[in-house]
């Protein structure tokens, strides 16, 4: 099909050319003594992503998958009990993979389109007197539903319930593109991965461990192997990897962090706000639709679910986006399998692009019969764009 692929999935997202060059690198000794500037150079960097000063970054040659696996099996030991909430697929599977690793899970089940239950986290852990609960997993960005959670509101709960508890936080839908704040938020364990705010391929599992997250490592007795934070540290220390590094990976990642500078990460996060806010004003002013979030004070800028009407299938939408139009929007997940379809608009993005993946989604949308008026959300969202500032007034 001649002309590019619209990738508008929330990730895998795309990876500018930049990127893409700098990866374009021969295999080099991965021991040598010229490879410590790139693991100190990259681990430095990541560190004002998370919003730390006090917090070690670690890659790992993984997915955001391998990040939870290490968040878990590093300060947890076998029957430990941890507090989740599922609201989407992925808080789902984070809680899926709790217990498949021996670890015992209180879960507050809520209606997918919801985020974290901060009052019902509240509740919990101020009944735990004993401190029973190890660890409150937040999911930052549910991208199975477009919903973003009050990480700032658990860290109140915990610390107004004088609650130990260490509090692991899955961002990988919103890292370096929705503000988040490790040190600020009391975050012990950050997990990510390369393949979203990062603009790189997947590949990297990338986390972020605080001090108390470190201490917790020490008595924990979870069996764990490729994925111990204490091998990683050792060797990132001298700048080396305990295994074999995923050397053009990492060379992305140097340029998406230098990118990610130059851009101002408090500048991303204003267009992400912009361009989701464009997106927003053409599903809901536009075509008239619903989003998943159930209340605006959820809205994620980085990924919208949208609900398509009572007997049409939003794998339809989707399928036609794609094979007619070279659109490629993301499917509805799981409970919400053909209910919604999302549209990513997370990474390297501008206007237009904008505006391409919602004309396609569009007319995809009138090809299926969903009774849109042609052309709404494409005006609502130029509408929105024209009337707005893309970046902050004065510098933040
Ligand atoms: N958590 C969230 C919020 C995600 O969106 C994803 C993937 O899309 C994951 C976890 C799993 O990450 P990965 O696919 O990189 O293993």
């Known amino acids: 099909m001649a002309g590019r692929n619209f990738l508008f999935v929330p990730g895998p997202t795309n990876v500018p050319e930049r990127v893409q060059r700098a990866m374009v690198v021969s295999m080099e000794d991965h021991r040598s003594s010229k490879f410590p500037d790139l693991t100190k150079s990259v681990l430095e960097d990541l560190k ?14 993984a997915t955001g998958t391998g990040g939870w696996e290490a968040a878990l099996t590093n300060t947890l030991s076998p029957g430990d009990l941890v507090l989740a909430s599922r609201f989407g697929q992925f808080s789902h599977l984070w809680i899926d993979m709790i217990t498949r690793l021996g670890f015992q899970v209180e879960t507050v089940e809520c209606e997918w389109g919801e985020g974290v239950p901060v009052e019902k986290y509240a509740e919990i852990l101020a009944k735990d007197k004993g401190h029973k609960i190890k ?3 937040a999911t930052h960005n549910e991208t199975a539903t477009g919903v973003t959670s009050d990480i700032a509101g658990v860290r109140k709960a915990l610390d107004d319930a004088r609650h130990p508890a260490l509090l692991l936080v899955d ?4 890292l370096g593109s929705i503000d988040f704040r490790m040190d600020e938020w009391g975050v012990d364990i950050c997990v990510s991965g390369s393949q979203k705010g990062l603009m790189l391929p997947a590949g990297l599992g990338i986390v972020c461990a605080s001090e108390k997250a470190l201490k917790a490592r020490e008595s924990s007795t979870a069996p764990r192997c490729f ?12 700048g080396y990897f305990p295994y074999t590094p995923a050397l053009p990976m990492l060379y992305g990642l140097r340029e998406s962090l230098t990118m990610i500078k130059e851009e101002g990460l408090e500048n991303i996060f204003w267009r992400h706000t912009y ?8 599903v809901l002013d536009g075509w008239k639709l619903g989003l998943c979030a ?6 994620s800028d980085t990924v919208s679910a949208i609900v398509v009407p009572e007997g049409i299938n939003g ?6 986006a794609f094979r007619r139009y070279n659109l490629s929007l993301g499917a509805g997940l799981s409970k919400v399998a053909g209910k919604v379809f999302r549209i990513g608009h997370l990474g390297d993005l501008n206007e237009l692009m904008v505006l391409g993946a919602l004309a ?23 509408k929105y764009f024209r009337t707005h500032d893309n970046v902050p007034k004065k510098k933040v």
């Open 275 to 282: 361009l989701a806010s464009g997106v927003r004003a053409a």
């Open 48 to 61: 004002a992503v998370f919003k730390t000063t006090t917090g070690t970054p670690i890659i790992f040659p």
């Open 315 to 320: 794998a339809h939408v989707i399928d036609v």
């Open 360 to 382: 396609g989604a569009e007319m995809s949308m009138l090809d299926v019969g969903i009774r849109i008026e042609p052309g709404s959300g494409v005006a609502a969202a130029q």
């Open 294 to 299: 159930k209340d605006p004070k959820w809205y």
């Open 171 to 174: 961002a990988v839908s919103s």
């Open 135 to 137: 660890a409150v997993i």
């Open 227 to 238: 994925f111990d934070f204490g091998d990683m540290i050792k060797a990132n220390a001298t």
